[in-house]
């Protein structure tokens, strides 16, 4: 009796009730502009100077357009996440950039797979995209009483068909990994989608991240804005649900003068998890 009463202590010296069956979960996607200076004709390293102490108010962050490797550094210097994966693997050597993608997340890794996108269109059109080597993350994390299975990705940017069919192309192929990777496994997607919710091209596409079981977080909360480019996406599996308890565009991204610090706004969420 007495063993078995020391086995249920746990190290603090009370009782080990063991893995927690719910909790809550702050996420941020945000596209950070990070091409060179000649690019964006503005100072890319003084901007994600500015991000970098912004990113520490969230649990998992999903970055997009990471591209270089010094404002790249400069982006993560004061993330605290245990969790720092970056993605910057060019397909081959006709690209200029990696994918551009990084991820930062709590809890311990229990699998990453990295992917690029087989196909682009444009290197000095549609949108250039073929000048880097999209693709999408996939870190399974376990948060001590739950695993989420957690994609960050940036689509195909392009508005021409060739660009339409390049974006179809990328969703079957993030479709695919889901379904062969987080088969029945709670899902968190984000990323620059690149999807117009009010394009006739998009919406089959955005139907079929629908069909997969994924829903939108700021459907989710009746949110104002429910076509922009940038989501959140959750799905239930196993025994996990997911709840969003608030969608928001967080305040403070901006420089000293009101100037957004991306060409993109950041996209929050807080979401709950709960074991069934």
């Known amino acids: 009796m007495i063993a078995f009463l020391l086995a249920c ?159 179809a192309s990328n969703v079957a192929e993030l479709l695919a990994a889901m379904d062969e990777l987080s088969t029945d496994r709670a899902v968190i997607a984000m990323g620059d989608t690149n999807l117009h919710g009010d394009d006739p091209e998009d919406q089959p596409l955005i139907q079929q991240l629908v069909d997969a079981g994924l829903r939108n977080a700021c459907d989710e909360v009746g949110c104002p804005e429910p076509d922009r480019i940038d989501r959140i996406m959750v799905r239930d599996g196993g025994d996990v649900a997911l709840a969003v308890d608030s969608w928001a565009v967080p305040s403070g991204f901006e420089d000293a003068d009101g100037v957004p610090l991306s060409d993109h706004d950041p996209i929050a969420v807080v979401l709950s998890w709960t074991v069934q």
């Open 9 to 167: 202590i746990g190290p603090s010296g009370l009782p080990d009730s063991g893995p927690p069956d719910s909790g809550s979960l702050s996420v941020l996607t945000y596209n950070v502009h990070g091409l060179p200076e000649a690019v964006t004709g503005d100072d890319t390293p003084a901007r994600m100077a500015a991000i970098a102490p912004l990113l520490p108010a969230f649990q998992l962050v999903g970055i997009q357009e990471d591209w270089d490797a010094t404002n790249h550094e400069i982006l993560v210097a004061e993330a605290p996440h245990p969790i720092q994966e970056w993605f910057d693997d060019k397909l081959d050597d006709s690209r200029l950039y990696g994918a551009g993608l990084s991820l930062l997340a709590p809890g311990t890794e229990r699998m990453l797979h990295e992917q690029h996108y087989s196909r682009c269109n444009g290197v000095l059109d549609g949108a250039s995209d073929c000048l880097a080597s999209k693709g999408f993350q996939v870190l399974r994390l376990d948060l001590g009483g739950v695993q989420l299975d957690v994609y960050n990705t940036h689509l195909e940017a392009g508005r021409g068909e060739e660009d339409g069919e390049a974006r």
